[in-house]
């Protein structure tokens, strides 16, 4: 995460149930991937170590989990809304990817947007 101080970001799904914080430099970099289940949702995520993420207590009871492919993949969303406001990535299996436009306003400064080719995923992370 750099040399830059973190702040603590609070975010979470449409219908509030699901709700987090997160201790996050100001400027991330998120990314969009073409994967199928990424496009379909139009997710765009920046990941932090799961260390630095904190569900808020109650939220796990609204929270369900799908997997495909590999399973390493942890696609969790809300059972009530539907909203995928966090997951654990393939790409960071100790990782948590934030979903950019659930994080509350004001604690983002910037945001760069990078892509990232899930849909040949394998070869695309190697080049990395």
Same mark, same amino acid.
């Not at 932090?48 to 390493?72: M, N, S």
């Not at 299996?93 to 994080?103: F, S």
């Given at each position: 995460?750099?040399?830059?101080?973190?702040?603590?970001?609070?975010?979470?799904?449409?219908?509030?149930?699901?709700?987090?914080?997160?201790? #996050?430099?100001?400027?991330?970099?998120?990314?969009?991937?073409?994967?199928?289940?990424? *496009?379909? +949702?139009? @997710?765009?995520?920046? $990941?932090?170590?799961?260390?630095?993420?904190?569900?808020?207590?109650?939220?796990?009871?609204?929270?369900?989990?799908?997997?495909?492919?590999?399973?390493? #993949?942890?696609?969790?969303?809300?059972?009530?809304?539907?909203?995928?406001?966090?997951? *654990?990535? +393939?790409? @960071?299996?100790?990782? $948590?990817?934030?979903?950019?436009?659930?994080?509350?306003?004001?604690?983002?400064?910037?945001?760069?947007?990078?892509?990232?080719?899930?849909?040949?995923?394998?070869?695309?992370?190697?080049?990395?």
């Amino acid at each position: 995460m750099g040399t830059e101080a973190v702040v603590v970001h609070s975010g979470g799904c449409h219908c509030r149930r699901v709700r987090w914080q997160v201790e #996050a430099p100001a400027s991330v970099v998120a990314w969009i991937c073409n994967c199928f289940d990424c *496009s379909m +949702r139009g @997710n765009t995520h920046f $990941v932090v170590p799961a260390a630095r993420f904190k569900l808020q207590p109650g939220a796990e009871e609204f929270i369900t989990t799908y997997t495909f492919g590999t399973h390493t #993949a942890k696609h969790t969303f809300c059972k009530v809304c539907g909203i995928t406001s966090f997951y *654990s990535p +393939r790409s @960071n299996p100790d990782g $948590v990817a934030l979903t950019v436009t659930c994080v509350d306003p004001g604690t983002l400064k910037h945001v760069e947007y990078r892509k990232f080719d899930g849909r040949n995923w394998e070869d695309f992370f190697q080049a990395q």
